[in-house]
């Protein structure tokens, strides 16, 4: 109906989505609230997930910074080896032929060696230019943390010896800042960018990636980039490595709706909670009431942002082996239990252990339905923004298909009690 019977051709289709991708990502907020008004979500119980998804590129397309470097060298001298062979074989042109009779072309052989020269220098720079910019905005870090202390010891009257201290850290913890910041803006000039965001993340903001990096923000021999898709990482996927992102998923309890999602570039799960919960709210209009977590999550931290915001959070604090239940605990909670110990001991309660129990009825079975039932296997656009939006649609396409299937549900029951 809405094509008039016309069939779109695939590369249309794609470039729509590519030119819309914006409008797409405001489709999956509105398809959220459509689920909401139908009476589908009630964040009484939410659970989050990461799971890894491959990138539009292929991980043998990464090269590490001590690669980059040697391979530099050794191109340099094959092309010169190269470009004194062709000045020796213009002379004996220009001999034979006349000078300008007859002008060689830039041989094959050279001009894919100067190309790959060319796009390996540029990868190293832009590679340098993310872990300047990452030790910049520690040392900003670092240097915030230390006017706070400065001036709280200031607020307190703290003796003068402790203030004078103090003030001698955030000094020089201001000048590293500043020292670091030159670096990464002039790094980034050198690599034809345009000057680093070394402002702090917003709250919502997914996690960037930690590249490895030295004390003086240059990147360590190990670290990598790859040249299909650089935003894209190596992480580490049920046992194996793969080029890609971790993509985060939000799912109420009640239809297996998500309500938030989020894409990185940061294996690790422990960062994206925060953000997450920024999300959940804004997108579904609330928190929930009660979140269970796996232990990629685990931090006090984490725990303790879950209480601050009223979430009843049940977050995993280790592994055990699949389908072994967690050890019964008996007896009063020692007075001087850490964070992690009152945690293990909250899930292995009765009601933790129904509420954990049921985390793998709910966002587990999401994963599968994306990647096994509609074979999102990887993504088909290239770089974080739009990887962004293309799990944006995948997660908006999700609900729509919840909607429909409970609205369908709906009118059979009740073409059923009417006969």
Request: glycine share 6%; net charge positive; with cysteine.
């Amino acid at each position: 109906m809405l094509t008039g019977n016309q069939q779109p051709d695939h590369s249309r289709i794609s470039e729509f989505r590519r030119r819309n991708l914006d409008a797409l990502k405001d489709l999956f907020v509105q398809i959220l609230r459509l689920c909401q008004k139908a009476g589908m979500v009630s964040l009484g119980h939410v659970a989050l997930d990461g799971t890894k998804v491959q990138a539009n590129a292929s991980k043998r397309k990464a090269m590490s910074h001590e690669r980059m470097l040697r391979a530099e060298k050794e191109l340099e001298k094959e092309i010169n080896a190269l470009m004194r062979r062709a000045e020796i074989l213009d002379a004996q042109e220009d001999k034979r032929y006349g000078k300008g009779k007859l002008g060689s072309d830039l041989p094959d052989e050279l001009r894919r060696r100067q190309d790959r020269l060319t796009r390996i220098r540029q990868a190293r720079k832009e590679m340098e230019a993310e872990t300047a910019a990452a030790a910049a905005r520690q040392r900003q870090e670092e240097a915030e943390e230390a006017r706070t202390k400065a001036a709280a010891a200031r607020e307190s009257d703290a003796p003068a010896v402790e203030q004078a201290e103090l003030n001698r850290k955030a000094e020089t913890a201001e000048v590293k800042a500043n020292v670091a910041r030159e670096k990464a803006i002039e790094v980034a000039k050198e690599a034809g960018l345009e000057p680093p965001d070394l402002e702090p993340l917003a709250v919502e903001a997914m996690p960037r990636r930690g590249l490895a990096r030295k004390a003086d923000g240059t990147p360590t021999r190990k670290s990598q980039r790859n040249f299909t898709d650089p935003d894209s990482h190596l992480m580490q996927s049920g046992g194996s490595y793969l080029q890609g992102y971790n993509c985060q998923l939000a799912v109420d309890s009640d239809h297996q709706v998500i309500v938030a999602v989020g894409v990185s570039n940061q294996p690790p799960d422990v960062e994206h909670l925060e953000p997450m919960l920024r999300r959940i709210a804004t997108s579904a209009g609330a928190l929930p009431e009660v979140m269970t977590l796996d232990a990629g999550y685990w931090s006090e931290d984490n725990a303790k942002a879950c209480t601050d915001q009223g979430i009843d959070a049940y977050i995993a604090t280790g592994r055990l082996p699949h389908g072994q239940p967690p050890p019964p605990q008996r007896g009063p909670l020692p007075r001087e239990a850490d964070a992690r110990t009152r945690m293990a001991r909250k899930l292995r309660s009765k009601k933790g252990s129904r509420f954990y129990a049921q985390r793998k009825a709910i966002v587990e079975p999401v994963n599968g339905q994306i990647k096994e039932g509609r074979g999102l296997r990887r993504f088909l656009l290239r770089g974080l923004e739009k990887v962004d939006g293309e799990w944006h649609l995948i997660a908006a396409t999700h609900n729509l298909l919840k909607l429909f299937r409970h609205r369908r549900s709906q009118q059979q029951t009740q073409w059923a009690a009417t006969g």
